[in-house]
């Protein structure tokens, strides 16, 4: 593989090649929104790679559109990761893949959950909070169960077509049936224990087995 150059100003121009110039390619730019960051450091560097992977943070899409084209004639694979709009994404992540047990469904929960930083500086009730976790470990640990790939995406249609009931036994949901079914055939399984009103999330790692 070969080398690409650095262009950092007139005159500075650097390899890439650290057992060449001695030197390491880390470079920190600082400036204020509209000095020209973008198009003298990171548009000349974009254009001067040829060899070197690159992973791009962006918050300027006009960049993706214009040096795509140009990464792909030079036989680049190119993913792009749109948070904003993620369907113009050609990649993607899903949580899931990585839960390997029933602590890892339980800190996924509480992540979602408390993701907004507000929440832990509150003084609300806990309780909700708490319950929401539950809720959505729940939730999470049936997908687990019923599908044989899972994506958050399932989650997520499961979720939404939750409704809650006011029956005669208190507020209820149009999914507790499952859950009931569940609890008949396996009522230590993970997916009903966090439906307990007292469920304890302190568990120990152990394979992820929901299938009852």
Known sequence: MGTDRVILAEGCIYSTDCEETQINNNVLVVGGSGSGKTMSITEPRLLETKNSSLIVTLSKRRLVKQYRPLFLKRGYNVWDLDFINPANSNISYDPL???????DIVFLAESIVMADPKKKESNADPYWNEASISLLSAEIAYVLMAKKTPTFLDVLEFH???DIEEGNNGMQTTMDAKFQQIAEKDPSNFAVSCCAPSANFRLEPCAVSLVP
Do not use: I
Request: aromatic share 20%; net charge positive; proline share 0%.
């Open 97 to 103: 893949s990585y839960v390997r047990n029933f602590a």
């Open 160 to 162: 939404t077509h939750m």
